[in-house]
Every structure is written in C-alpha cells, then in structure tokens.
C-alpha cells in the first residue's frame, strides 16, 4: 500500500516545500543562461555524456534514476523504484531543495529559490529532445 502512496507523496512534498509550483510560463532562452549553474555537473545535447550528474536531455517525462550509463545514489535508485517521475512539478520542487526532495541524493546543489528561474529551466529542459531511450520514458 505504501510503495502506491510514495510517489504521490513525494510530489505533495515537493509543493509543501517549495510553497508553489513551475509557472507555465517558463522562457526557454532565459532558461538556457540560468543553466549555466547546472552545467558544471550536467551536459545536455547531442553528444552529452554523464559527467559528476547524469544527462538531462529528455529528462521530463522520465523515471528517476534510469539514464543508462549513470550510477545514481542509493536515494534517488529508490524514488525512481517507488515510481518518480520527472514531471514539471516534481522537477521544481526537486530543483527548489535537492535535499529534501530525495534524501539521500548525492546532489550538492543547495537549490533555487526563485520561482522564475526555476520555471525558466524547466522550460529548457522541455527543449531537450535528444537521444530519447523509449524504455526511459513515463509518457511523451
């Protein structure tokens, strides 16, 4: 009963934490330059390779810990094993606090605060249609 309760209650955490969700008007070019501060981890694109924290390509729609080739923290294996998926919500919130939305992440980022930006590079990573895995893959 608990493992079907997780995820929802993982995303009704992430909107307790971060008193709000991604706005939906999101500027995808402004969320290019606010990921400038994701990228010393993260690569994105076409030829993207795993670096210190996996791939975000295609990231929105995806289960938690399944990009192959990355070995992910003992925290994030289990939320993406209780079912969660990187929808826009669950993105923000985790984006809002790291920490607090999957305890045991590995993730040093302490976080944006900023509702805006947040939704900024959630906007960008909807751009992100590369070398999508369909095994990978929640929904489109």
Same mark, same amino acid.
């Given at each position: 009963m608990f493992r079907s309760v &997780?995820? @929802? &209650? @993982?995303? &009704? !955490? /992430?909107? @307790? &934490? =971060?008193?709000?969700? $991604? #706005? !939906? +008007?999101g500027d995808p070019g402004n969320g290019e330059a606010a990921f400038q501060q994701c990228d010393a981890c993260h690569d994105v694109g076409g030829d993207a390779r795993n670096r210190t924290g996996p791939v975000l390509n295609n *990231?929105?729609? #995806?289960? $938690? !810990?399944?990009? =192959? /080739?990355? *070995?992910? =923290? #003992?925290?994030? #294996?289990?939320?993406g094993s209780e079912g969660l998926v990187w929808t826009q919500e669950a993105l923000d919130a985790y984006i809002t606090n790291p920490r607090r939305f999957v305890r045991g992440t590995r993730m040093a980022f !302490?976080? *944006?605060? +900023?509702e805006q930006i947040r939704a900024d590079i959630i906007a960008y990573l909807l751009t992100l249609k590369f070398d999508d895995t369909a +095994? +990978?893959?929640v929904y489109p």
């Amino acid at each position: 009963m608990f493992r079907s309760v &997780l995820p @929802l &209650l @993982l995303i &009704l !955490a /992430g909107f @307790l &934490l =971060s008193g709000s969700h $991604a #706005r !939906a +008007d999101g500027d995808p070019g402004n969320g290019e330059a606010a990921f400038q501060q994701c990228d010393a981890c993260h690569d994105v694109g076409g030829d993207a390779r795993n670096r210190t924290g996996p791939v975000l390509n295609n *990231i929105v729609g #995806r289960r $938690a !810990a399944t990009r =192959s /080739g990355y *070995i992910y =923290s #003992r925290g994030m #294996r289990e939320a993406g094993s209780e079912g969660l998926v990187w929808t826009q919500e669950a993105l923000d919130a985790y984006i809002t606090n790291p920490r607090r939305f999957v305890r045991g992440t590995r993730m040093a980022f !302490a976080g *944006i605060r +900023d509702e805006q930006i947040r939704a900024d590079i959630i906007a960008y990573l909807l751009t992100l249609k590369f070398d999508d895995t369909a +095994d +990978d893959r929640v929904y489109p």
